[in-house]
């Protein structure tokens, strides 16, 4: 049982290009989240998804796009990277929505645009 | 809107004490919160989950409290160790989401 995991760990990219971070699990959970964190900050939740097929947008959303084509993946894309996304992005997921269950997160993927 | 704050930012203490770590949140309206451990370049471990109906928590040494209506919740550490040494963020949940913390890096000297 892997848990959830995050490909790539780490990333070097130039501004205007593009990548996906993928994110998988294999615990079933409807509930997928991708957030970012910033030094001296909390986490903020970019964009959820409450199961295969559907997404919905968190806090801060611009500049980001978000597939879950399969129940086990989420994917974020990044279609022209920016400096200000330099951050450390973790990806998590739960049974079901955030009002009673934990969230299970991944080892973060640390993405620089320089 | 929720804001979530952490008290103090950093704190070293020596081995062996019992400490303290603070949560505050402006609005009493949660699910539940958690707390969460993040050692350095890694992920986020869950320690304690709270639900908005509960008044406290407890895991080994570890024994977090939820007072919904001052907004205030306190992580008690007891007989701090070196492998405690990380940093300390909580979560509210509220609607859809988390709304987390700065956190609390906590050094446990030998």
């Known amino acids: 049982n892997a848990g959830v995991t995050q490909t790539p760990k780490f990333r070097v990219l130039k501004t205007g290009q593009s990548m996906t971070l993928l994110c998988a699990q294999d615990?079933?959970?409807?509930?997928m989240y991708w957030y970012r964190q910033d030094p001296g900050m909390g986490l903020r939740l970019i964009h959820y998804?409450?199961?295969?097929?559907?997404?919905a947008k968190g806090e801060v959303p611009d500049g980001y796009n978000v597939s879950r084509l399969k129940k086990q993946n989420f994917l974020l894309g990044l279609e022209s990277a920016a400096p200000s996304q330099t951050s450390v992005y973790f990806c998590?997921?739960?049974?079901?929505?955030?009002?009673?269950?934990?969230?299970?997160f991944g080892p973060g993927t640390r993405l620089t645009v320089t | 809107k929720q804001e979530v704050t952490q008290i103090p930012a950093a704190l070293s203490v020596p081995e062996g004490e019992n400490l303290v770590l603070n949560c505050s949140f402006t609005?009493?309206?949660?699910?539940?919160l958690q707390w969460f451990r993040q050692d350095p370049g890694k992920g986020l471990t869950s320690l304690l989950l709270?639900?908005?109906s509960q008044r406290e928590q407890t895991s080994g040494r570890l024994n977090a409290s939820l007072d919904k209506s001052s907004g205030r919740s306190t992580l008690y550490i007891a007989a701090s160790q070196p492998g405690d040494s990380a940093t300390y963020l909580c979560?509210?949940?509220?609607?859809?989401?988390?709304?987390w913390g700065a956190g609390t890096k906590l050094i446990i000297k030998p």
């Open positions: 998590a997921s739960s049974p079901s929505g955030t009002s009673g269950y934990e969230q299970y």
């Open positions: 615990m079933n959970h409807e509930y």
């Open positions: 998804s409450v199961g295969e097929g559907t997404t």
């Open positions: 609005d009493s309206a949660i699910y539940n």
């Open positions: 709270i639900q908005s």
């Open positions: 979560a509210v949940s509220s609607n859809y989401q988390l709304i």
